[in-house]
């Protein structure tokens, strides 16, 4: 039971526009692993935060953080060991030698920030290409790159949004569905260039998340490097949300599909919470843009986020998590397949490793998102935190923190079939 | 004695444009107080550096963070008392009832990126007003607002940077320099008219100390906001650099100015080195503006940040450092004029609480950049770390943690005393 005062006291100081989830909001105390403690001692199993990426309160993540804060916090304008050993580890998580240079930044829009200004600088050009629901992040430039979240400011006129392929809800062949969606991305390749803006990148999230974790073909994704490369513009990869081996089969987004981009940008589970993100890029790249500008991030690379980074790193594979992902991701796609199979509603169950999407339809695949908001409400309400996401917001977005285990994805399937249960009745 | 090793793999990791202090750099590698220690055990005093505000590795601030990152980290989606306990008291430091909401990001950048977005959107106009010599941050939409530091942006159409007034150079009358200087004003904001951007709003450091640390009169920045208003902008002030305390007579560098920003930012010493920053302004502006943009930064108000955040107001608070600030900025003031008075080459000594410059000059106040940089190198050599700043690269800026006592800044000044004699032989 949230008291009317927190609220009052939120309202007061956050304002009456500041999100928060759920019908009836939570106030969380604890984390530990997979789970949070409201305030009254009641238990949530956490299946859709991806920041706390090795789990809430990590203890080998929080040692790393407080030792090092006791020690030395500063920025890297003076020689620090502990940076270049994240840099070293960090990048020796691309296959060389393309990819050999880390950028440390603060959160997933500083990243996206440098990486357009790099890929700008590189290509003499301005043009972007983003997917037609996309969120890449919250400042000024990527506020009007934005096409997925309300935002006050008009599309930049060097953004051009293009759809990408759904197969769930495409009727026709794959190969139709591509072809369709290419000649789109050659259309807006086209406009860039006659207004004269050129096409200096495109710029996906590689699990295309905010899309609804859309199931998209390797063979578009090569598609539109090849085009945009052949217009003289970059790849970024955003792997803000795909990144640090929750897919389960790669590190990264971008490996599944076989292409190389020419920025990579990281954030979110990064630190497991403690705000750290970095661009990976060739060090061809990098230097010719920072002889140029003088790029400096006061706190990007600073030995505290760098030691939580390293630790992030050093439970990854301690704990085998990108492995654990691939068979827990298995197991969860095998379950929700199961519920999903009971349910009319339920009309496709897909993602990859631990980030599964689950899509809600009516008749005749009409996206339903008043179920999705239903069944979201009506888990929590049975203690298991989901969301919700897509252009029609009627996908459950199911994204738990890497540790989870096949009793915590069972009590999830059991809790979702018991919502679907309960709402369809 | 650094490793020519280390030096090696920074520059294959960071590049050879990655900015570092020193002829000779230095190989930190713990702080306390007031000091660093390189990893030869050297000890070093440290009067540059403004994120550890209150001393790196407080005691009291590291506490905070470590009990929060070991119960929870998560975002402001769901409710938590500590950020709605932090966004109080940080409110609290400003006169009520205008600058009543803090909107929390992760660094200064991301703050000043925010402002202009609330600007704009509450403007309607786009323009953007800032001094000839500044720097606010490192996006893209600052970059191209960017006139202190090298960038490969060309300046932005919509900004119009004016020149400082600088009463230490200024030849002539106090009232002349105002009045030429708010000129440029007024025809700055004509020519963004004139374009159709209008202005949305002029962005100063209210220390100035990108420019050089201008001593600048209260009179000129009044005139600039009268202005900008009048043709319907906004004033926002930056107090990345001077607030939390370090003037000592103020919380903030604009209230000594007699202005009220619409808007307020603030970042580098707000977490002491944790990545933590905010916008302060209206709630009317901020509910505006969320009222049209879905707002959300992931990492922004998170429970650590916000612990790190009231631990630091509370070492504000318990040791006095404003008052302790005011009375050792004084002291500073004192002791560096001191002396200034031996040596000719030190043309001018200015500054607020602790926050002081010292302007290096040759015949007919021609600045010395040389000198400057032989000065902060000689002064490392004392184990003494300072750094130079403005239009120029002439100033000292000396900006220690706000813990420093008198026989620290007796050392200081000492140690400058030397370098100036044994480089002005």
Redesign the interface.
Known sequence: M?STD??A??ER?????????YDE???????DGCW?WDADGTRYLDCY?N??QVG??HPHV?DA??RQ?????????????VV?EY??RL?GLFAPPKLD??MFV?????AN??A??IA??ATGKSGVIVSDFSYHG????L?VLTTG?????PLADFCRPVTIPDPFQWEGSQQDMVDTHLTMVDEAIASLDQAGFGVAAVMFDTIFSTEGLLDVPSAYVQGVAERVRAAGGMFIADEVQPGFGRMGDAMWGFERTGIVPELVTM??SMG????LAAVVTS?AL??A???????????GG?P??AAVGNAVLDVIEQEALMQHAAELGQYLQDRLREVAERFDCAGDVRGRGLFAGVELIGPGKRPDAAMARAVINDMRNRHVLVSKIGPADNVLKIRPPLCIDRKEIDLLAETLSKSLKALTR
Chains 1, 2 share one sequence.
């Open positions: 949230i927190l609220l006291r939120r100081h956050f304002g009456p526009n500041a999100p928060l989830f909001p939570l106030h969380m105390v604890r984390g949070m935060n920041v706390p809430h309160c929080v953080l407080c804060a006791q020690r030395l916090n500063i920025h890297t304008r003076y020689l620090n060991e270049l840099a070293e990048t240079r880390a603060c959160t997933g829009t500083e920030e440098l357009l200004r700008r600088h919250n400042s000024g430039g506020a979240l309300p935002r006050p400011e954030g979110k497991n919470g403690h705000p060090s990098a230097d843009f920072t002889g140029d500008a003088l790029y400096f991030n006061t706190f600073n505290v986020s």
